[in-house]
């Protein structure tokens, strides 16, 4: 596939790391792929975002040289506000690339980044954090093939209302973008007929083989039941039969999230931080 990608930049020699360094917006996804995949654990949502039911609302940047890529940066606009992710194993990479492609961001963004890369934004943009959270992966899938998920339900547009309120009621300040009820990835438990418990993906891909799990909500008056794990993890036996990778956020301080997720197999890939970024 031929390289479709744009210059942006090219930075003085004196502030960064690597010279000379080039700034590009990447439409290659071949080339994306080639490098999310070095480490498909940590990059699960941006390699989901390869898919066709996001690549349209998705923007690319790399750090290229000599013909190679450093590091990637991504920007997502496609409900709600804007997300820029820069995730890397090599956060000072990602944070010299990050404050060249800062202009290019939209004014007031959320933003995932590896701890430190926020300083790419200190001097021209106010940065309110949303706390320490951890990615995770699922590497014991036995213990979710083991699980009885069979009080969970699959959920579908007809239930997209009741899921809704759920979330309003339970989760009001989660993230829910509805189109990914076409997914058919979405699982719920009914108590008297009511929707009490959900579990979800953020990413869902098929071709890419990775999913996000998300949405993850227990009504507060069904708590400490077990309905979160049997939701998620029949979501998960669903999702094993077309993906390689699971992956998930969770907020580091969220001790009950944490320990669910560890009984069904998952394990954290990395640390990173969540925040709501506006230009000064």
């Given amino acids: 596939m031929k390289q479709a990608a744009k210059t942006i930049a090219v930075v003085s ?26 480490n498909p654990e940590l990059h699960v949502y941006s390699l989901g975002d390869l898919d066709d039911f996001f690549w ?19 920007a997502y606009a496609a409900w709600g506000l804007p997300t820029a992710v820069a995730i890397s194993e090599d956060p000072p990479v990602v944070r ?9 961001l939209p004014s007031r963004f959320y933003a995932h980044l590896s701890p430190g ?10 940065t309110e954090s949303h706390g320490s959270h951890y990615k995770m992966a699922l590497r014991r899938p036995s213990r ?37 009820l076409e997914t058919r990835q979405y699982f719920g ?13 953020h990413v869902y891909s098929e071709p890419y083989r990775v999913a996000a ?45 944490l320990a669910c997720y560890r009984t069904l197999g998952f394990e954290i890939v990395a640390p990173y931080g969540e925040f709501t970024i506006e230009k000064r």
């Fill in 189 to 201: 438990l009914r108590v008297d007929g009511r929707l009490v418990s959900a579990a979800g993906v």
């Fill in 13 to 38: 020699r004196r502030e960064y790391i690597v010279d000379p360094m080039q700034i590009i917006e990447l439409r290659d996804k071949v080339r994306i792929e080639s490098f999310l995949r070095h």
């Fill in 56 to 74: 349209p609302d998705t923007t690319w940047y790399a750090w290229e040289e000599n013909g190679e890529i450093r590091e990637i940066v991504l």
């Fill in 96 to 104: 010299q690339l990050l404050r060249q492609v800062a202009p290019l």
């Fill in 213 to 257: 799990v998300g949405n993850v909500v227990t009504h507060p008056a069904h708590r400490n039941r077990g309905y979160g794990k049997i939701v998620t993890g029949r979501l998960c036996q669903s999702l094993l039969e077309t993906t390689d990778h699971i992956g998930l956020n969770v907020q580091a301080d969220n001790a009950p999230a």
């Fill in 117 to 126: 890369v926020q300083r790419a934004f200190q001097r021209t943009h106010r």
């Fill in 144 to 180: 979710v093939r083991t699980l009885d998920g069979s009080a969970a339900i699959r959920l579908t547009e007809q239930d997209r209302a009741d899921l809704v309120r759920l979330y309003d009621e339970s989760y009001p300040a989660n993230w829910f973008d509805p189109r990914m």
